[in-house]
């Protein structure tokens, strides 16, 4: 999610920054300039509806939007099409993602990105979300072919449950300034709408982060990981996330390598013109490589100086009623047990993937009790200081957070946090 751009590296400019044209069918979301002092490491997470900008003033600013427009199109709709995503930011932009989200919330301005970034893996406050976009890039886009598209649907009021809202997105965006002066992070996203009529097939993303992993101090270090669907489904594109550590990332289908990236901080995006099919149960295959030189391991975190592992999958299902048959089977599971998503019991996804060795969660099932026997130490703790490390810089929220603490509540004393 975090990681560490060094501004001058990837050739950004000094010149300032301009806003694009706006769609002429589509949204144009720009959030204002917030500036980054000299050294310092800034993220940000901000919600709002994409209703149109009258709503929003007559109903009071949400934080971090400066102007929304919405040209060509009803944007009262209850389901909007969205064909190509564009992204601008200013120089020293690391990462921009976009979630759309279950629940229609409202941003407040003291919102911390330790509770933002649960709730970007599903927390308690947002339910199910559905990742849309993300690149580490700072001028780029993404085309869908005919007949494909991202589908935003409305929400219902949070205070009227009788009317709805305009989809709710999740915007988050980092910035780092290696610079001696103050930088100013803006970032403007394209929205460009579609008939709905004309899609066939909505895209959905697959985000696996894989977390059991150490990079090692003045060493390559690599962790091989895998996920799979479990209907048949086309491959849209795929792209992927590491830190300022990370040396190579790939993928292979079928034994064969369809991606290999080796620019941790401009990661490429790969398309899949050709809508390339993958059968149920088929595996991707997915390798993170690292080279650690620093005196102390890294471990995965959220922070610019930790690792990640993560693998972006953009796809649609061939078949879209079995599709939705499948996760209305699970939602009911779900409702059964208690409710769905990461932190509230079972999944309700088209995905399999699992962020830890296999063997080691049967090993676990079998013999809970040996838990802190069969995983290895440095592992978890690492894990859990740099999750330690988010509360103490942002606070607790025992009321968004109850399972993150939970799990910190019980790592404390082993782990001696």
């Not at 109903?59 to 909007?80: C, Q, R, S, Y």
């Not at 998503?341 to 993937?353: H, I």
Request: aromatic share 10%; glycine share 8%.
């Amino acid at each position: 999610m975090c990681g560490v751009l060094v501004v001058a590296a990837c050739g950004d400019s000094e010149e300032p920054f301009e806003i694009p044209a706006p769609p002429p069918t589509g949204y144009q979301i720009i959030l204002p300039a917030v500036e980054i002092p000299s050294g310092e490491d800034i993220e940000f997470c901000t919600y709002f509806n994409l209703d149109d900008k009258a709503f929003h003033d007559a109903n009071g600013e949400p934080f971090l939007l400066k102007d929304l427009i919405v040209n060509g199109f009803d944007p009262t709709a209850e389901e909007i099409a969205i064909g190509k995503i564009e992204v601008k930011g200013a120089p020293g932009l690391h990462h921009i993602q976009i979630l759309a989200m279950e629940n229609d919330l409202e941003d407040v301005e003291d919102k911390h990105i330790f509770e933002c970034a649960v709730d970007l893996f599903g927390g308690p406050l947002t339910g199910d979300v559905d990742p849309l976009f993300f690149t580490s890039l700072n001028d780029y886009a993404v085309e869908y072919p005919e007949g494909v598209a991202r589908v935003l649907k409305r929400v219902s009021h949070k205070d009227d449950e009788t009317k709805s809202r305009g989809t709710q997105l999740l915007y988050n965006f980092h910035y780092l300034n290696t610079t001696e002066e103050t930088i100013k992070a803006e970032v403007v996203v394209n929205l460009h709408v579609v008939p709905r009529e004309t899609v066939v097939h909505p895209v959905r993303s697959a985000w696996w982060n894989y977390i059991y992993f150490e990079a090692e101090p003045n060493k390559v270090s690599r962790v091989e990981a895998q996920g799979s669907f479990l209907v048949d489904v086309n491959l849209v594109g795929m792209t992927s996330h590491l830190h300022e550590m990370g040396r190579r990332f790939t993928y292979e289908i079928g034994g064969q390598t369809v991606y290999d990236n080796k620019n941790w901080a401009e990661p490429e995006y790969k398309r899949f013109d050709d809508g390339t099919r993958l059968a149920k149960g088929d595996p991707i295959d997915f390798t993170c490589e690292w080279f650690n030189s620093a005196a102390t391991p890294r471990y995965f975190g959220l922070q610019a100086d930790d690792e990640m592992c993560t693998a972006i999958v953009e796809y649609y299902p061939t078949d879209e009623a079995e599709a939705e048959a499948l996760l209305e089977m699970q939602r009911m599971d779900a409702e059964m047990n208690g409710g769905g998503g990461p932190f509230r019991g079972e999944l309700v996804t088209l995905e399999r993937f699992i962020g830890f060795p296999e063997e080691l969660i049967e090993q676990i099932s079998a013999e809970p009790e040996r838990a802190f026997e069969i995983l290895d130490t440095d592992i978890i703790c690492g894990i859990a200081f740099n999750l330690k490390q988010m509360e103490r810089q942002y606070g607790r929220s025992p009321e968004v957070l109850t399972s993150l603490q939970g799990l910190l509540g019980y790592l404390e004393e082993p782990c001696r946090l």
